[in-house]
């Protein structure tokens, strides 16, 4: 149940504000930030340690911000199938997907940021479409765009439901954040912050954005990291390895 959130404001300094909810299994191993990628040099973010992609990459010289979800639809066939975090590496380094065989990717959400530009790439296993992300925000969880895709009587669509309308309007009514370049981490990212927290709620609510469930047979589910990436002039990148925990903030780019 990964989260996108994405705040397009172009007469701002900061016009791009993207944040990213890594929600998945927490045994399973990761890397922090950095560049962990000699075939792209440039790029920045955390690695998968199992399939050596990312959910989320910078390239700062751009600036340009990548973050990809899983999505809904037919799955890729088992024999062939490669892994969605190749493709924010790809799309970070070069501003489109370009020439991939999408029939090998599970179904995805793949948002590529740039400070005059946002666009937001769907694959259901069967078609593509993309969108520009106007002015605004905009939040994206597994069922789609503002939840565009959920069902009814789902278990999982109803807590995105639930995220979508607790967080929503919470964001929307602060005041949004221009990050400074060497401002600390509250001031850069000010009533957004304790939000991105996780406004207090519990881990288990219904309703969180950064949820940690307990699946049994010792699988535990939920978020285990948060980045923070503004795009202006150059790049901010903030990231948390401890959801929730307010001085788990440590400054990336």
Request: with cysteine.
């Amino acid at each position: 149940m990964c989260t996108a959130i994405i705040s397009v404001d172009p007469p701002s300094p900061v016009p791009v504000l993207v944040v990213g909810v890594r929600d998945e299994f927490v045994a399973r191993e990761w890397a922090g930030p950095a560049r962990h990628w000699p075939d792209r040099p440039g790029l920045v973010g955390g690695r998968d340690l199992r399939a050596g992609g990312t959910w989320l990459a910078v390239e700062p010289g751009a600036p340009r911000v990548a973050v990809v979800l899983n999505g809904r639809g037919r799955m890729a066939p088992e024999a062939s199938r490669a892994s969605r975090g190749e493709l924010p590496l790809r799309v970070a380094a070069d501003g489109k997907l370009g020439g991939l065989d999408l029939a090998v990717f599970d179904p995805f959400h793949l948002v590529g940021a740039e400070p005059d530009r946002v666009r937001l790439w769907s694959w259901d296993g069967e078609a593509l479409t993309e969108r520009t992300l106007g002015p605004g925000l905009h939040m994206i969880v597994n069922s789609g765009l503002e939840g565009e895709g959920q069902l009814e009587g789902e278990t999982e669509d109803a807590y995105m439901a639930a995220r979508l309308a607790h967080f929503r309007p919470r964001l929307a009514a602060a005041p949004r954040p221009e990050p400074g370049p060497d401002e600390p981490v509250e001031r850069a990212w000010g009533a957004w912050l304790p939000l991105l927290d996780g406004d207090g709620l519990p881990r288990a609510d219904h309703r969180a954005l950064l949820p940690l469930l307990d699946l049994g047979d010792g699988r535990v589910w939920g978020t285990t990291s948060v980045s923070l990436v503004a795009l202006g002039r150059g790049v901010r990148y903030d990231f948390s390895a401890a959801p929730g925990e307010g001085d788990a903030w440590s400054r990336v780019l």
